[in-house]
């Protein structure tokens, strides 16, 4: 609910114009993947603040002014496309060293997922 609008506006009523450049770049030059990598980082940065809230009206009020909040537009790029070599690497090293594990089953499906909804959305 929160994050369509972010999406289908690309992200340009929710942050600064600065930061909204360098995220227009990167989604003309890599595609509407990267509107999720560009959100998740900005879950990633956040991510102390998010989990100190205790009820659902507080989430409901940090993740809506999230965007807003994010100034330092060179970490958000970088934890954005380094996000997706992270998960690509500790899956990959999963696989190879612990091929029953649970946490493998997770983190592949997690990053079937990804995937999946990351090509659907390039076809649109």
Not at 18 to 26: A, E, G, K, S
Request: hydrophobic content about 50%; charged content about 20%; glycine content about 4%.
């Amino acid at each position: 609910m929160i994050t369509l609008h972010w999406f289908l506006t690309v992200f340009s009523s929710v942050v600064h114009i600065r930061v909204l450049l360098r995220i227009w770049d990167l989604f003309f030059y890599e595609g509407s993947v990267i509107l999720f990598q560009v959100t998740l980082a900005m879950f990633k940065l956040k991510e102390k603040e998010l989990l100190k809230l205790e009820n659902s009206a507080q989430i409901f009020n940090a993740l809506s002014d999230l965007p807003g909040e994010i100034d330092e537009v060179d970490k958000l790029i970088e934890v954005s496309l380094l996000s997706v070599l992270n998960c690509l690497t500790h899956c990959g090293r999963i696989c190879l060293s612990e091929p029953r594990n649970e946490k493998h089953l997770s983190c592949m499906s997690s990053l079937f997922v990804l995937l999946i909804v990351g090509y659907s959305l390039i076809d649109l």
